[in-house]
């Protein structure tokens, strides 16, 4: 019976190492993981804030308009790295410190198994000892009654010591079994937090990182092209800017505008042909008075 129960506890026990023993392996693995995901971020972060100073350096280099977009670009990516720096301060801080806090206490639980299986490996050797001490049987019948009486204060020192290994046994196991039930408790509850902080703190750079690529796209459509082409040019030939812009500006003319300056030129001879038509009848009419005063007189 005694050793049914002891070998029931050891299998008891086996189960519990391997669960304790699975949780320091996959969690090692989580945290190493993570903690280059965090390396990586960090490293992006790094490349990014140089490509803001080279964007920076560029822009002002160039003409009014791109040097505008340019710097308000880099701006808006400046700010997202700001939010890629919070992301990386607090994945370390929620996802891989408590991942790597489990290596001191998967450390305390193999204690506590360590603790429950010298107990039992006792309690076992006591047991072995009583079972070998009930075994023992003299041949020489001169000396059955000195030796029944020593074997008996043998047996009864070992039952005395089994009983004592049991209990220890019975008290280290119930611990251990309360420890490993916390533990487990304890692992999926910091799992769900752990991968929880995880989305949630991806979510908001994310979030961030939408908004700001928005404005930086915005700032980038916002450059005038003709603009700073016309003040390329004008660097280029500075003496013929005022007839470069009058072509310009007659080319970027929509048809129905140049159409309506047409017919306003054409408005404009209409009426100066009315009026010399108008002044030559006038005359005609003098004329015809000053003959008809000459023929009276």
């Given at each position: 019976m005694l050793r049914r129960t002891l070998e029931s506890r050891d299998a008891q026990t086996r189960q519990l190492q391997d669960a304790v023993?699975?949780?320091?392996?996959?969690?090692?693995?989580?945290?190493?993981?993570?903690?280059?995901?965090?390396?990586?971020t960090a490293r992006l972060r790094d490349k990014a804030d140089l490509l803001v100073n080279e964007i920076n350096m560029y822009a002002s280099t160039e003409t009014p308009n791109l040097k505008q977009g340019l710097k308000n670009f880099a701006d808006e990516f400046a700010k997202l790295q700001d939010y890629r720096q919070a992301e990386v301060e607090r994945l370390e801080a929620k996802v891989v410190e408590p991942l790597k806090a489990y290596g001191a206490i998967v450390k305390?639980?193999?204690?506590?198994?360590?603790?429950?299986?010298?107990?039992?490996?006792?309690?076992?050797?006591?047991?072995?000892?009583?079972?070998?001490?009930?075994?023992r049987n003299p041949s020489d019948r001169h000396?059955?009654?000195?030796?029944?009486?020593?074997?008996?204060?043998?047996?009864?020192?070992?039952?005395?010591?089994?009983?004592?290994?049991?209990?220890?046994?019975?008290?280290?196991?119930?611990?251990l079994e309360e420890t490993i039930d916390n533990f487990e408790k304890q692992k999926i509850k910091d799992i769900k937090n752990i991968f929880s902080e995880f989305i949630t703190i991806e979510m908001l750079f994310h979030g961030k990182a939408l908004e700001v690529y928005t404005a930086a796209y915005q700032n980038i459509q916002k450059i005038d092209e003709d603009e700073d082409l016309e003040v390329f040019r004008n660097s280029l030939y500075p003496l013929d800017y005022s007839s470069?812009?009058?072509?310009?500006?007659?080319?970027?003319?929509?048809?129905?505008?140049?159409?309506?300056?047409?017919?306003?030129?054409?408005?404009?001879?209409?009426?100066?042909?009315?009026?010399?038509?108008?002044?030559q009848h006038a005359e005609d009419d003098e004329d015809e008075e000053v003959d008809f005063t000459e023929e009276e007189n």
């Open positions: 023993t699975n949780v320091e392996k996959h969690f090692g693995e989580l945290c190493q993981i993570f903690a280059a995901y965090v390396r990586k305390l639980k193999r204690d506590d198994l360590k603790a429950a299986l010298t107990a039992r490996n006792r309690e076992a050797k006591q047991l072995t000892q009583l079972e070998r001490t009930r075994q000396v059955i009654v000195s030796f029944d009486f020593e074997l008996q204060k043998i047996f009864c020192k070992a039952e005395a010591e089994l009983h004592i290994a049991s209990t220890d046994v019975t008290r280290t196991t119930r611990h470069r812009l009058d072509i310009v500006k007659a080319n970027s003319k929509s048809p129905l505008q140049r159409s309506l300056s047409a017919k306003g030129v054409s408005g404009t001879g209409q009426v100066s042909t009315c009026r010399l038509k108008k002044d």
